[in-house]
C-alpha cells in the first residue's frame, strides 16, 4: 500500500498520566506527522501507524490498561512506585501471554 502525503492512518502513542484516549489514538497523515514531530513527538512516544482504526483502538485500549494497572499496583502501597513500574504483561487463567508492553517513563509527557 502506498501512502502520500495526505493519505490518512491512524496514529497510537503511549499515554501520559493524565491522557485519554483521543491524546493517544488519532487520524493522521505523512504532513500531519511530520508536525507531530516538530511540536514534540518523539520516538519515546512509541509512535505506531495503524491502516485499521479497529486495530488502532485495540492498541490504544491495551496502552491506557497498561498505564492504569500501573497506577494500581503503586497505589497498592506494596513498595512499587509509578515511576519504578516498567513492564506490565496480562496472562489468561493458563498463563497464556495476552497482552504485553513497556511503560513510558513517567517524566515524559504527551501531547
Do not use: C
Amino acid at each position: 500500500m502506498r501512502f502520500g502525503r495526505d493519505e490518512t492512518f491512524w496514529l497510537v502513542v503511549n499515554p501520559g498520566p493524565e491522557s485519554e484516549e483521543a491524546d493517544i489514538m488519532f487520524e493522521a497523515s505523512l504532513r500531519s506527522l511530520d508536525l507531530q514531530f516538530k511540536g514534540g513527538l518523539t520516538m519515546d512516544d512509541n509512535p505506531a501507524l495503524f491502516t485499521d482504526r479497529k486495530e488502532a483502538e485495540i492498541e490504544a485500549m491495551g496502552r491506557m490498561m497498561a498505564l492504569r494497572a500501573a497506577r494500581a499496583i503503586a497505589n497498592a502501597g506494596i513498595g512499587a512506585k509509578l515511576q519504578d513500574v516498567r513492564y506490565i504483561e496480562i496472562l489468561d487463567g493458563d498463563g497464556k501471554l495476552l497482552f504485553k508492553t513497556e511503560l513510558p517513563e513517567l517524566g515524559h509527557q504527551n501531547r
